[in-house]
């Protein structure tokens, strides 16, 4: 590797941990720090390159602000950049929500006091994220009435395999309404199938190895490899699929639901990606397990979340150009955004039947939570890191 190239690769894998240690507040926040450090200052990519990306990263399954992040290493040096991008990204948070787990878990009931002020600002951070996802991404008629049964539908019928069917099933009736997009000069294509067959391979080698062995990390790995391959929206829409797995489900059940709106929380006040959630619920699943098994789940959790993403864009990226000709792709995202503001709606409308109905001072804090968000530019980290706070003097 010629020497300025590696100077070149070593800094922007020092900016990205830069990132990985500061950018709060989720994916929308993330971009915005990305686009500021990497490509106004440095200039790794023009701002065209980077907002293709970012959009066909949208368009795709997984976390959103990781998958461009790790898309622009790959543009800069190919797929050994990419995957120490990726790892360098998430790392430092996946480990702050490993450590949050065994900490959360070794505390004795009775001083769980301190998470009371937590649990309704989380609510309130869903229903906030609700508004505003449904706000920005659905406009038409046909997209309302998709949201609001979507809405409906999964408040009372909740699976984990239910969501990435309703979301595939939305983005299949609005591609049909291609023809209200322009036709764009089309080009053969030129598909490189390595990355795809890893995607497919990896879920079904997963799914085979956890039928015959029975192994609890193989079954960690594959719940949320399939959270990863199938979640349209980023973290507002995963949150309400890993509820519904592993709170509600009862095969699965592995934490209460004030376990998980606490971890939660925690979560919107860690730097970097979202989806480092995961290995706190990792920590939850493998809690009947010795300690580094325990371990273990949380980074088997991470790995199984972020790995379907990052291969899928390894994929992709390859032939973007080509594929945005097709109108029916565009059109097809109309409905995948209507549904998965339908899926954080129903999440809104669940956690708030979980909030003890004779505590009037739950819905007070949930009500200052939502309308802070909408109308201060306050960081959901400081409302978090407020209450947790609170909750320890009181």
């Given amino acids: 590797m010629p020497p300025l190239k ?50 066909l990263c949208q368009m795709l399954p997984g976390p959103t602000s990781t998958q461009t992040i790790v898309a622009v290493g790959y543009k800069l040096g190919a797929a050994r950049l990419a995957y120490l991008t990726l790892i360098i990204w998430c790392l430092p948070a996946v480990c702050i929500m490993t450590v949050a787990a065994f900490l959360f878990r070794l505390l004795p009931p009775s001083s769980n006091h301190f998470i009371e002020f937590v649990i309704p600002v989380a609510v309130g951070l869903v229903a906030y994220s609700s508004y505003t996802i449904a706000n920005k ?8 009435v998709m949201m609001v049964i979507v809405t409906i539908f999964c408040f009372y019928f909740r699976s984990p395999w239910l969501n990435p069917i309703l979301i595939l099933s939305g983005g299949l009736i609005t591609s049909f309404s291609y023809k209200k997009f322009a036709p764009e000069e089309k080009q053969p294509f030129n598909i490189a199938w390595a990355n795809f067959f ?81 290995s706190y619920i990792g920590v ?17 959790a991470a790995a199984g979340i972020f790995l379907p993403g990052t291969f899928l864009i ?40 979980t909030i003890q109905t004779n505590y009037l001072f739950n819905y007070i ?14 960081s959901p980290a400081l ?4 209450a947790f706070i609170l909750g320890l003097i009181f």
């Avoid at 799914?207 to 973290?235: C, E, H, I, P």
């Fill in 383 to 386: 409302l978090v890191i407020t």
């Fill in 284 to 300: 939850f699943a493998m809690k009947n397990n010795p300690f580094y098994m325990q371990l273990l789940g949380g980074l088997v």
């Fill in 6 to 55: 590696k100077i070149k690769y070593l800094l922007f894998l020092r900016d990205v941990l830069f990132l990985s240690l500061t950018a709060i507040g989720g994916p929308n926040a993330h971009l915005a720090t990305m686009l500021a450090l990497l490509i106004n200052k440095r200039k790794y990519l023009t701002e065209e390159e980077f907002f293709e990306l970012q959009a």
């Fill in 137 to 144: 991404v659905v406009s038409s008629n046909i997209g309302i």
């Fill in 314 to 353: 390894f994929f992709i990226v390859r032939f973007w150009t080509q594929l945005k000709a097709y109108r029916p792709i565009k059109a097809s995202l109309e409905g995948i955004l209507a549904v998965s503001a339908g899926l954080v709606l129903s999440s809104a409308l669940v956690f708030l039947s």
């Fill in 198 to 278: 890893l995607f497919v391979g990896v879920f079904v080698f997963a799914l085979a190895l956890g039928a015959l062995t029975d192994w609890k990390l193989v079954k960690v790995f594959q719940n949320f490899y399939r959270s990863g391959a199938l979640v349209f929206g980023g973290g507002q829409v995963l949150i309400p699929m890993l509820h519904t797995e592993f709170v509600e489900l009862k095969s699965k059940a592995c934490m209460t639901g004030q376990e998980f709106l606490a971890g939660y929380a925690f979560s919107q006040a860690v730097p970097g990606p979202v989806f480092s959630f995961c």
């Fill in 365 to 378: 804090i949930i009500m200052a939570t939502i309308i802070i968000m909408a109308t201060q530019r306050i």
